[in-house]
């Protein structure tokens, strides 16, 4: 659209909304590929989400596995397949709560953390790389918009 004023194109709102949506959804793919190929360089032999719920049992410790479905977002059933599959890995344990026998807690085994930091490395260079040469100022903007959607999810 043609600024009356100015006589300079702008951009209208609507347009502003397609370009962040597809800005978005590109990023989201180019960085899921980029981590399936850290958790394959890392060795690690697992899934993003599967590297999710390690880290929320690695920061908060032993959960009610109920738990771990509200942080990630996930249904039972989803978090009951990841749990068991993670538990065959000897990844984590899961135990029946002494409290409520309906209810399993679920931890990290100690030789997980190794596996964390090793890939939270290759995430740190991945994020070092895409953010390379963008400003500070523009960096404070982009961490406080992120901190704004998440909000809202």
Same mark, same amino acid.
């Given at each position: /659209? ?5 006589? +300079?194109?702008?951009?209208?709102? /609507?347009?502003?909304?397609? %370009? ?7 990023? $989201? ?5 980029? /981590?399936?190929?850290?958790?394959? #360089?890392?060795? &690690?032999?697992? %899934? ?12 908060? #410790? ?6 771990? #479905? ?6 039972k059933s989803q978090? &009951?397949?990841l749990v068991k599959? $993670? ?5 984590? +344990?899961?135990?029946?709560? +002494?409290?409520? #026998?309906?209810?399993?807690?679920? %931890? &990290? $085994? ?19 790389? /895409? ?8 960096l404070a903007v982009?961490?406080?918009? $992120? +901190? ?6």
């Open positions: /659209m043609l600024d009356n004023i100015s006589g +300079k194109w702008q951009k209208t709102g /609507m347009d502003i909304e397609r %370009s962040i949506q597809k800005n978005y959804f590109e990023l $989201l793919l180019k960085t899921q590929e980029k /981590m399936r190929k850290i958790l394959r #360089g890392a060795e &690690a032999g697992l %899934s993003p989400v599967e590297v999710l719920i390690i880290r929320v049992l690695v920061e908060k #410790g032993p959960v009610p596995q109920h738990v771990l #479905g509200e942080v990630l977002s996930k249904d978090i &009951a397949r599959g $993670l538990e065959a890995k000897g990844l984590i +344990k899961r135990q029946q709560s +002494k409290e409520d #026998g309906r209810v399993y807690i679920v %931890s &990290a $085994l100690l030789h997980v953390n190794e596996k964390i930091e090793r890939i939270a490395a290759y995430e740190h260079a991945l994020i070092g790389d /895409m953010l390379a040469g963008v400003p500070k100022d523009d982009f961490e406080r918009v $992120l +901190k704004q959607i998440n909000a809202k999810l």
